[in-house]
């Protein structure tokens, strides 16, 4: 696995479920990458027939801050938060 210089964050594209959508990257559960994005769509709440509905829309900060859903509860875990 690459990793960025310096950085012990993965390379995006050593990541098999990076899929380019017009120019946005959509990165399935990549802790690292959520960390660093601009903005974050959560779906869910669950997965299949459970989910499906945007549960969050925001930075990563917001995110973290509220803990509103359980990508949100895990990504705070992961920064530290």
Request: glycine letters at 12%; charged letters at 20%; proline letters at 4%.
């Amino acid at each position: 696995m690459r990793t960025e210089r310096e950085s012990n964050v993965p390379h995006a594209a050593d990541s098999h479920d990076v899929i380019r959508v017009h120019g946005a990257r959509v990165n399935k559960h990549h802790q690292a990458v959520m960390a660093h994005a601009d903005w974050i769509i959560d779906l869910g709440p669950g997965a299949g027939h459970d989910g499906g509905r945007i549960v969050f829309e925001g930075t990563p900060a917001d995110l973290v801050a509220a803990r509103s859903t359980l990508t949100g509860e895990h990504l705070a875990a992961y920064v530290g938060a």
